[in-house]
């Protein structure tokens, strides 16, 4: 393995998760980052089973159940019957959980325009390049997830 890509790999997931933890506790969203995490991911990937999810988010299928029952509560998502087997269900993202999702991450957007207001114009330019990399990252995954 590249010692190099892998120094990259923890550098990415340590920085994104410290930014995260940037935004304020008091962002007046009723839920959880977690269960905002969750929306983000259905929003991703379209209706999904709870055992997918709880493996996805490499947690316990209860600890997904839970949120999922929260969220359900909350009209963020919703049930419906897998078509096929009648015994499971899949959680989807309802229209209100789009735009709760959405306003979550305007406000989150909004949270770090301070930070970014006080970086040089190179520095944008390498983190606006650099998300433009993740995405296209992202891209390939989901289209290696999907064939």
Known sequence: ???????????????AARVVR???????FSISLAAARLLARLQDNGPTRISDLALAEK????????HVKRLEA??????????RDARAWMIKLTKKGNQQLSLM??????????YLATMSKRDLKALRDGVGAMQ????????????
């Open 59 to 66: 947690c316990s299928q209860p600890t997904i159940t839970n």
């Open 22 to 28: 940037w935004v304020p506790k008091e962002n007046g």
């Open 105 to 114: 991450r305007a406000s989150i957007g909004s949270s770090l325009e301070p």
């Open 136 to 147: 296209r990252l992202m891209a390939v995954k989901m289209e290696t997830r999907q064939s």
């Open 1 to 15: 393995m590249d010692d190099d890509l892998h120094a990259l790999g923890e550098d990415l997931i340590t920085t």
């Open 74 to 83: 909350a009209h963020l998502v919703e049930r419906t019957a897998d078509s």
